[in-house]
């Protein structure tokens, strides 16, 4: 990025770009058995029409909004609204999400298991998500590397990975644990099909004329793609074959559960969500609905009051919508609000507390994890000092849990061992796993006046604790309940 004289520019135009995209690439196909097939030429025509290519849709990108410049705050910001789907072969760049893989799996060894081991093929341990970039820290003032995760993209490259990363019991966070890379996106290429040559296989779809928008992305995330070319360009889907399992750490005498989370639960959920527009609707608005209705400083809310939020929420929420909902899909969700309202209503006397539910009902909004994370922090933040204690990071943890676990289709001892699936068995696990990972998250920070913020539990987050809570990925629907859309 060198203007005249030498001075630095600190931006980039669609040439800049074209030389930017090609340095790597130049680099990154010799690395390609395919490429020892091709002529020089051919080798030279691929490279400059995938620089091409990706340095126009960079440029496409912000011109839209009228920038003719483009910083790299401007470039992480492409990358992750989908850029990422055009240029997945940037993740290369870290090596030690392939080349030094093995080496980085040899010289740590694994951790043991806290309980007896579930029989199931378990991938290698992914690489962790990228650190929480939040409202509080202004772009300009970010750490590089302080980027979220793209939207619509899982956190490992196929829906297997994903479930196994959840299904994996992990050990408790402690402060010597290494940070986590600082990177715009963490793919776990250990999960790509081991036959396919990775690099080749990146950079064919590139000059796929056939494939367009999503389908690009396809390839990559879809581990049934065949190797013999023949890509399919419909989008990733949630397998039907298979539950999506994770695992609720505790420190009672069975150290945890297994939650299943059958199909058909995340198609119901699917519709739900897309049918009503839940789905395009932001978290801080359904949840305003919702603690509007409350009548008292307790802030508790009646089923009745709960019953007419819902009715502004769908209202809201459908006007995103090319045509009303269904009389069947607002069934639907208010019969999952309802199941929803009772998950909540633990001593059964027909009221619950407001912000915790509206908490919770923030899984079925649209948006990033990160954001309903912040918000629903805020939420709980009732004197505004922007710290929480113990009890208020359970609440923080517990909120999500039940609104999963109202979802979850199976709850079984962690050794797979059958236990009662009764409202009072499911509460006390709800309770025991948000404890025991409010206790990872202090016992690793210590914090002197028994209090954190945000940034300090991001920061958690992203340096290990994803290891102790990995279904926090969940909230964001992108990653599961909406790959069938």
């Not at 009228?66 to 997945?88: C, I, K, L, M, Q």
């Not at 979802?407 to 061992?417: A, N, P, V, W």
């Not at 006390?428 to 940034?455: R, Y």
């Amino acid at each position: 990025d060198s203007g005249k004289n030498g001075r630095n520019k600190s931006s980039m135009g669609q040439t800049d770009f074209f030389f930017f995209f090609r340095s790597f690439l130049i680099v990154m196909f010799s690395c390609c058995n395919q490429s020892l097939d091709l002529s020089g030429e051919a080798v030279s025509q691929y490279i400059s029409d995938t620089a091409k290519s990706v340095a126009e849709d960079v440029m496409r990108y912000w011109r839209a909004k009228r920038v003719d410049r483009v910083h790299f705050d401007h470039f992480s910001e492409w990358y992750n609204e989908g850029g990422f789907e055009t240029a997945p072969w940037l993740e290369l760049l870290d090596l030690n999400k392939w080349v030094l893989a093995d080496h980085s799996a040899a010289a740590q060894p694994p951790p043991p298991i806290p309980t007896q081991s579930v029989t199931r093929a378990v991938p290698p341990t992914p690489a962790p998500p990228v650190q929480m970039a939040t409202s509080r820290t202004p772009a300009a003032h970010r750490t590089p590397g302080m980027i979220d995760t793209p939207a619509s993209f899982n956190p490992s490259p196929n829906p297997e990975a994903f479930r196994a990363l959840l299904a994996s019991p992990r050990q408790p966070f402690a402060l010597g644990t290494p940070a986590a890379p600082d990177d715009l996106l963490d793919f776990d290429m250990s999960a790509v099909d081991a036959e396919v040559d990775d690099m080749d296989f990146m950079l064919q779809h590139e000059h796929d004329t056939a494939m367009s928008g999503d389908g690009a992305n396809v390839a990559f995330l879809d581990p049934d793609a065949s190797s013999n070319n023949n890509i399919n360009p419909s989008p990733p889907k949630v397998d039907h074959q298979n539950a999506l399992k994770f695992h609720l750490l505790t420190n009672d005498n069975h150290r945890g559960y297994m939650i299943s989370i059958g199909p058909n639960q995340v198609g119901l959920l699917n519709r739900i969500v897309t049918e009503n527009g839940l789905c395009q609707s932001d978290a801080p608005t359904i949840c305003e609905f919702i603690l509007n209705e409350t009548r008292s400083k307790a802030r508790r809310l009646t089923k009745k009051s709960f019953k007419a939020a819902m009715q502004k929420v769908m209202a809201h929420s459908a006007k995103g919508l090319s045509s009303p909902p269904s009389s069947s899909a607002k069934q639907e969700l208010s019969t999952f609000s309802d199941n929803m309202f009772n998950a909540f209503d633990v001593s059964k006397k027909g009221t619950v507390n407001a912000v915790e539910l509206a908490c919770g009902f923030t899984v079925l909004c649209g948006g990033r994890k990160s954001d309903k994370l912040e918000h629903v922090f805020d939420l709980l933040d009732e004197d505004k000092d922007s710290l929480l204690s113990f009890q208020d990071i359970s609440r923080f943890i517990q909120s999500f849990l039940v609104v999963l676990m109202s979802i979850s289709s199976s709850f079984t001892f962690l050794d797979g061992s059958a236990c009662n699936n009764d409202k009072s068995t499911i509460g006390k696990a709800i309770e025991a796993g948000s404890d025991w990972a409010t206790s990872q998250v202090f016992e690793a920070l210590k914090p002197s006046n028994g209090t954190i913020c945000f940034d300090d539990f991001a920061d958690w987050y992203t340096k290990g604790g994803y290891q102790s809570i990995p279904w926090l990925e969940l909230l964001d629907l992108r990653k599961w309940v909406l790959q069938e859309s």
